[in-house]
């Protein structure tokens, strides 16, 4: 929940300010394909139950086009760690709507990773 951490993770993350608890307002620099933009959106973290659930809600807009995302993370603690599931629902518009589902769901999925490796190594840095 540490928006500092928050910011590290997210692939392409210029900014992320806290605007009130659980909200962050954020600016991502990405590239899909030939469609590249900055876009600013906002992250609202609702139905947390710490630590084992949280849903994040995000909302990107640019001139290439605008994106929303459903994420609900789950993670549940183990003998041998932490395993972390997630489900994720995307809608695209504009530019961004234009590539395709696949090209979109190719790239969502390669984000989700970098985020959550991002993440596995701060979690291993804070924990040393």
């Given amino acids: 929940m540490d928006p500092a951490a928050l910011k590290a993770c997210i692939p392409g993350c210029e900014t992320l300010e806290e605007r009130a608890p659980g909200s962050y307002a954020l600016t991502v620099r990405v590239g899909i394909a030939a469609v590249k933009g900055a876009y600013a959106g906002v992250v609202t973290i609702s139905e947390a139950l710490p630590p084992e659930s949280y849903r994040l809600l995000t909302t990107a807009d640019g001139p290439p086009g605008s994106a929303r995302a459903d994420v609900r993370i789950t993670l549940t603690e183990t003998t041998a760690g ?47």
Avoid: W
Avoid at 87 to 116: C, D, H, W
């Fill in 82 to 128: 932490t395993i972390v599931r997630y489900v994720a629902e995307m809608q695209a518009q504009g530019g961004l709507a234009r590539l395709g589902g696949p090209l979109l769901a190719g790239t969502a999925k390669i984000m989700a990773a970098q985020f959550f490796k991002a993440m596995d190594r701060l979690v291993e840095q804070r924990s040393i």
